[in-house]
């Protein structure tokens, strides 16, 4: 019954990492689902993503109550995710193993990158009035 004691320190520290970047959790629970718990990559991958469903969601009842959302940008933004997301899924079953791990750790290398650069760019721009 105790196997999984661990988790919820790792699920604490791998959420407040996740909040702290601006990230999905996902992100960072599915390299561990599948490197630490040796979980197969699809269900390491929708495993967080359910973890990530449920973090998001209290964070958009909190946006909507502030009225901070751009619903235009979300029209967009889920007309194109939705359906990469079930192709992504449909053709992950005919991927191997080690495919789906390199493609993600490429995914996440060119994510951090991109986080990367906003910040760099961000701080170039940044004008200090004296």
Not at 23 to 52: C, K, N, Q, R, Y
């Amino acid at each position: 019954m105790l196997e999984y004691w661990f988790m919820l320190p790792v699920a604490v520290v791998i959420s407040s990492m996740a909040m702290m970047s601006g990230i999905g959790g996902a992100t960072l629970f599915s390299p561990f689902f599948m490197v630490v718990l040796g979980l197969d990559p699809l269900l390491a991958l929708a495993s967080g993503l359910l973890i990530e469903v449920f973090g998001f969601s209290s964070g958009v009842i909190g946006y909507i109550r502030k009225k901070t959302i751009n619903f235009f940008l979300v029209r967009k933004l889920v007309v194109l995710t939705l359906p990469a997301t079930i192709i992504g899924v449909a053709l992950g079953r005919f991927f191997p193993v080690f495919i789906l791990k390199v493609m993600l750790g490429l995914l996440l290398l060119y994510l951090a990158y991109k986080f990367y650069c906003s910040g760099t760019c961000m701080v170039k721009h940044h004008k200090v009035s004296g």
